[in-house]
């Protein structure tokens, strides 16, 4: 894949953000078969955390996750976008 990337630092970042996106949806249902829950977040100091943890400069930062024992049950979902909303099959329509 080295050369596919080369020289094209937004194609570099896109493919590290959706190999991030794969981790962590493994990572939290490994944590829910583990008997854990978990929580991605963004809202956070991207640069603060960088330093924090040392970043390599070629590295960029994905969203965090935490995970623990729940403490109390989930609010109630708002409800669920219906499969004709979310899922296009092969073109979208004019
Ligand atoms: C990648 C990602 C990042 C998120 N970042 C935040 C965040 O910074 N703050 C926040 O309140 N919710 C954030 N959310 C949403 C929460 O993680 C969570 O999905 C939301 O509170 C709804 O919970 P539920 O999915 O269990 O209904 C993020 C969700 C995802 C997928």
Redo the contacts with the bound molecule.
Sequence with gaps: MGPFHEGNPQLQRDEAQRSI?MA?QTIMLAARDMGYDS??????EFDKVAELIHLPKDHCI??MIAIGKRSKD??P?PGQLSLDEVMITDRFRD
């Design positions: 996106g962590m929580c991605p977040m963004i809202g956070f994905g969203p989930t609010w979902k």
